[in-house]
């Protein structure tokens, strides 16, 4: 029986990416580095797991990812403006909340996901919220949802994940959960190929889905 719900963050709470790329560019500009297409395929995972990869992908000399990441949350907040809820959120959110326990699981630092937190007064939705600083393996490892399994105390069959990114189904899988796929980042055809359960367009859509999933 499906008792909670978790909710990734980026890309599937808030449309974050436009204030991520600003701080990013900003900061590998200072690297002499331009991000490309190969940024995507990193998508979804724990920010150190990201730097990590970006300092060997692009082969940056003299950084760490711990020193991009600290840059990354002192500057971060200068762009919160450009930070937006998806289009129904707040409905959904209340919809499920009657229904169902609900946790937020995001790869981003606790840093950053106060500030959208609170930039957008999601606390009164969330039992537990569980960070990229809260485990020691990010997406497509399954602790982040196993922790936040742990955390609220059920078991990972009466889980439901609601993800945007390749990296985060995977995770949600691993861990022995039920996933929906969102279309803000990636293809319905590449979240059903990830092994999301059902994919929707839009937060809209997701009591359907929903309803669809327990009842299999």
């Keep these: 029986m499906i008792s909670t719900i978790f909710f990734d963050m ?6 974050t990416e436009p204030a991520h790329e600003k701080a990013d560019a900003h900061i590998f500009k200072g690297y002499n ?7 995507k ?3 979804g995972m724990r920010e150190l797991e990201v730097y990590r990869k970006a300092i060997d992908m692009y082969s940056i000399k003299g950084a760490t990812p711990e020193e991009i990441l600290a840059k990354k949350i002192q500057i971060f907040g200068k762009f919160k403006e450009d930070i937006r809820l998806f289009s129904g959120l ?18 981003s630092p606790r840093a950053i996901v106060e500030i959208v937190v609170r930039r ?5 939705y969330f039992e537990q919220i569980v960070t990229g600083d809260d485990v020691k393996k990010g997406k497509p490892d399954p602790e982040p949802y196993l922790k936040a399994a742990a955390e609220m105390r059920v078991k990972p069959g009466e889980c439901v994940v609601i993800e945007d990114s390749i990296n985060g189904i995977m995770s949600a899988r691993a861990a022995g959960m039920k996933c929906i796929g969102i279309t803000n980042s990636f293809s319905k055809e590449e979240l059903l190929r990830a092994g999301a359960d059902e994919v929707i367009d839009v ?13 299999g």
């Design 90 to 107: 707040h409905s959904a959110l209340a919809a499920v909340k009657g229904k169902y326990r609900v946790a937020l699981v995001s790869s």
């Design 41 to 43: 395929g990193i998508k």
């Design 33 to 39: 580095v331009t991000l490309d297409e190969r940024w």
């Design 203 to 215: 937060m809209v859509e997701l009591p359907i889905a929903l309803e669809s999933i327990t009842k």
């Design 10 to 15: 980026d890309g599937v709470v808030s449309n």
């Design 120 to 124: 957008f007064e999601l606390e009164k």
